[in-house]
């Protein structure tokens, strides 16, 4: 994890002066436990979930929303501001800041939209099937979130049918049970920032 948080802190600003990495995955892949990890490494470097972003009404059409609060301080050097959407009071609460660090982690489902991708340092992807991931998501989630799992499949199918993230990843993460492996991605180039392949102990990866 050290060493990819050393590739990623090379790698010019894409946002500002911020190097935006967008994590990326089915629901349920485990995109933020990885992107936890990966800020710690990168030194406590801020993480915007993309949860926080969505609603019930607008399950992926908060782009706009992502674009005003965010992505626009940020070109400009700005501290953003974001609303964060509480899924039970189903409202948006007051505005949180996020500085315009020298590296921001934004994970969830659609991190690598084409709207953001011109933003991004870098896309990770988080190699997991859709079946297993949305396994394990109904998994954790329990039985009163069963009718929402039920509608959330059929908008993240539409979603990436239309707007798809994982060939335009630059790197490919797999979990294992000695931590994770990075690998080069659809999009990955052979270079100065190749990617790599590590498989850690979870408790060491930080």
Same mark, same amino acid.
């Given at each position: 994890? @050290? ?9 010019? =600003?894409?946002?500002? =002066?911020?190097?935006?990495?967008? %994590? /990326? ?11 936890? #990890? !990966? ?9 915007? @979930? ?5 609603? @019930? ?5 908060? +782009?706009?929303?992502?674009? +005003? ?9 700005? +501290? ?13 609460? *007051?505005?949180?800041? %996020?500085? *315009? ?7 969830? %489902? ?9 933003? !991004?340092?870098? !896309? ?7 079946? /297993? ?11 009163? #979130? ?16 239309? /707007? ?6 630059? !790197? ?21 920032? #190749? ?12």
């Amino acid at each position: 994890m @050290h060493d990819l948080a050393t590739r990623l802190r090379r790698l010019s =600003p894409s946002c500002g =002066p911020v190097r935006l990495i967008g %994590v /990326d995955g089915h629901a349920g892949s485990g995109k933020s436990t990885f992107a936890g #990890q !990966l800020a710690r490494a990168l030194g406590d470097a801020p993480v915007l @979930h993309l949860d926080d972003i969505a609603s @019930h009404d607008e399950l992926f059409e908060w +782009t706009a929303r992502l674009l +005003t609060q965010v992505i626009e301080p940020f070109t400009r050097g700005e +501290t953003a501001h974001y609303t964060p959407y509480d899924w039970r009071a189903r409202v948006f609460g *007051p505005p949180l800041p %996020v500085p *315009p660090a020298p590296v921001v982690v934004v994970e969830g %489902v659609g991190a690598g939209r084409r709207a953001l991708r011109p933003y !991004l340092a870098r !896309l990770l992807w988080m190699e997991m099937p859709h079946e /297993d991931s949305w396994a394990r998501g109904r998994t954790r989630d329990g039985a009163e #979130q069963r009718e929402f799992w039920d509608g959330w499949v059929e908008a993240e199918l539409r979603h990436f049918a239309d /707007d798809p993230s994982r060939p335009f990843a630059d !790197l490919l993460v797999r979990q294992s049970g000695k931590g994770y492996e990075v690998l080069t991605g659809p999009a990955g180039t052979v270079g100065p920032d #190749q990617s790599f392949t590590q498989s850690d102990d979870p408790s060491a990866m930080c």
